[in-house]
Protein backbone atom coordinates (compact mmCIF):
# COMPACT_ATOMS: atom_id res chain seq x y z
CA UNK A 1 0.00 0.00 0.00
CA UNK A 2 1.14 3.39 -0.69
CA UNK A 3 2.94 4.99 2.35
CA UNK A 4 4.14 2.11 3.86
CA UNK A 5 7.57 1.28 3.81
CA UNK A 6 7.47 -2.10 4.70
CA UNK A 7 5.78 -3.16 1.57
CA UNK A 8 8.67 -3.89 -0.29
CA UNK A 9 10.61 -5.47 2.24
CA UNK A 10 10.26 -8.97 1.99
CA UNK A 11 10.69 -8.91 -1.47
CA UNK A 12 13.74 -6.98 -1.33
CA UNK A 13 15.61 -9.32 0.91
CA UNK A 14 14.97 -12.33 -0.90
CA UNK A 15 16.05 -10.74 -4.13
CA UNK A 16 19.45 -9.57 -2.08
CA UNK A 17 19.60 -13.77 -0.81
CA UNK A 18 19.41 -14.21 -4.99
CA UNK A 19 22.10 -11.94 -5.78
CA UNK A 20 24.63 -13.03 -2.66
CA UNK A 21 23.55 -16.72 -2.62
CA UNK A 22 22.93 -17.26 -6.46
CA UNK A 23 24.29 -15.64 -8.81
CA UNK A 24 27.24 -14.06 -7.26
CA UNK A 25 30.28 -15.56 -9.20
CA UNK A 26 28.42 -17.08 -11.54
CA UNK A 27 27.85 -16.92 -15.35
CA UNK A 28 24.69 -18.55 -16.90
CA UNK A 29 26.08 -20.00 -20.60
CA UNK A 30 22.00 -19.92 -21.27
CA UNK A 31 18.48 -19.25 -20.10
CA UNK A 32 17.96 -22.69 -19.43
CA UNK A 33 20.72 -23.22 -17.17
CA UNK A 34 19.53 -20.37 -15.01
CA UNK A 35 16.45 -22.07 -15.00
CA UNK A 36 17.36 -24.78 -13.20
CA UNK A 37 20.23 -23.49 -10.77
CA UNK A 38 16.88 -21.46 -9.84
CA UNK A 39 14.51 -24.07 -9.47
CA UNK A 40 17.46 -26.21 -7.81
CA UNK A 41 18.14 -22.64 -5.22
CA UNK A 42 14.59 -22.42 -4.42
CA UNK A 43 14.10 -26.14 -3.68
CA UNK A 44 17.01 -25.99 -1.22
CA UNK A 45 15.68 -22.73 0.52
CA UNK A 46 12.35 -23.28 0.84
CA UNK A 47 12.66 -27.44 1.66
CA UNK A 48 16.42 -27.80 2.98
CA UNK A 49 18.17 -24.29 4.16
CA UNK A 50 18.32 -24.35 8.32
CA UNK A 51 16.48 -21.43 9.75
CA UNK A 52 17.34 -19.81 13.14
CA UNK A 53 13.89 -18.52 13.44
CA UNK A 54 13.21 -21.93 12.91
CA UNK A 55 15.22 -23.30 16.14
CA UNK A 56 17.78 -24.30 13.23
CA UNK A 57 15.52 -26.50 11.24
CA UNK A 58 14.46 -26.80 7.69
CA UNK A 59 10.85 -25.33 7.03
CA UNK A 60 10.16 -29.76 6.21
CA UNK A 61 11.24 -30.58 9.60
CA UNK A 62 9.59 -27.63 11.11
CA UNK A 63 6.73 -28.66 9.86
CA UNK A 64 6.77 -32.21 11.07
CA UNK A 65 7.91 -31.19 14.41
CA UNK A 66 4.39 -29.04 14.56
CA UNK A 67 2.55 -31.99 12.85
CA UNK A 68 3.75 -34.88 15.87
CA UNK A 69 2.97 -32.43 18.19
CA UNK A 70 -0.01 -31.44 17.62
CA UNK A 71 -1.24 -35.73 17.27
Known amino acids: MKGKPY ?3 VA ?8 TELTQGMNFDSLEQLSLEL ?3 VN ?3 NIR ?5 NYLSP ?3 K ?8
Open 60 to 62: IED
Open 44 to 46: WFN
Open 7 to 9: DNA
Open 50 to 54: MYSSL
Open 12 to 19: EATFKLFK
Open 39 to 41: NDY
Open 64 to 71: LDSLKKSI
